[in-house]
């Protein structure tokens, strides 16, 4: 099991910045991939950004340009810069990650955070 806990979300005004940090603790052999994910009022969750253990790094078209995601593997740690806010970045964010539960396992396994809520005001 892998437990995920967010922390950084707030208020902040358009064209500011914010940075959110996810660690994750628990009982397991390997984290892949981990990630943050919003959903926005009456809208489905969609995927933030994205980065692989190696730090491949993949990026909403909506953020591109304004965020930064990057991860501490030895910590496992992964935080989300965003700058250049807009009213429409408004959402819960969740970090989210895959992982599996013991060595020499082929299964993956996704967990979640509880979220935290970003609201950016115009």
């Known amino acids: 099991q892998v437990q995920l806990v967010e922390s950084g979300g707030g208020l902040v005004q358009a064209g500011g910045s914010l940075r959110l940090s996810c660690l994750a603790s628990g009982k397991y052999s390997t984290i892949n991939v981990m990630g943050w994910y919003r959903r926005a009022p009456g809208k489905q969750r969609e995927l933030v950004a994205s980065i692989t253990s190696g730090g491949s790094a993949n990026y909403a078209d909506s953020v591109k340009g304004r965020a930064t995601i990057s991860r501490d593997n030895a910590k496992n740690t992964v935080d989300l810069q965003m700058n250049s806010l807009k009213p429409e970045d408004t959402a819960v964010y969740y970090c989210?990650?895959?992982?599996?539960?013991?060595?020499?396992?082929?299964?993956?396994?996704?967990?979640w955070g509880q979220g935290t809520q970003v609201t950016v005001s115009s």
């Open positions: 989210s990650c895959n992982a599996y539960l013991s060595y020499g396992s082929t299964t993956l396994y996704q967990y």
